[in-house]
């Protein structure tokens, strides 16, 4: 299992941006899938969205469609969630998570947490005015 690591969360008006960053110390996310998930207080863990090891295919949530957009630099060892128009409602604790390509069934990129083998531990994103 990889070390995951998120970085880039804090408080963000309505409307604003944040970019959220994930990598992994010791190892190389190259050959995963990597996605992200939220949870808010009293919720379930939700998929954000997911793109491939090579960075060629990705996967969002209908909620963040047009607003979030997910990239890998796998020379950087870093993947990155761009995240625009900011609502009160995507706030929560986002989290990194990756699984080997050759483990994801038909490379389809399913956003549930069952799938996902590695996991950091959290950064916290608030919307708020």
């Known amino acids: 299992q990889l070390q995951l690591v998120e970085s880039g969360g804090g408080l963000v008006h309505p409307g604003g941006s944040l970019t959220l960053s994930c990598t992994t110390s010791g190892s190389t996310l190259e050959f995963h899938a990597v996605a992200w998930f939220r949870q808010a207080p009293g919720k379930q863990r939700e998929g954000v969205s997911a793109?491939?090891?090579?960075?060629?295919?990705?996967n969002y949530a209908d909620s963040v469609k047009d607003r979030f957009t997910i990239t890998k630099d796998n020379a950087k060892n870093m993947v990155y969630l761009q995240m625009n128009n900011l609502r009160p409602e995507d706030s929560a604790v986002y989290y990194c998570?990756?699984?080997?390509?050759?483990?994801?069934?038909?490379?389809?990129?399913?956003?549930?947490?069952?799938?996902?083998?590695?996991w950091g531990l959290g950064t916290q994103v608030t919307v708020s005015s």
């Open positions: 998570a990756a699984v080997p390509m050759s483990a994801v069934p038909g490379n389809i990129l399913l956003l549930e947490p069952h799938l996902y083998v590695s």
């Open positions: 793109i491939s090891s090579a960075g060629f295919s990705t």
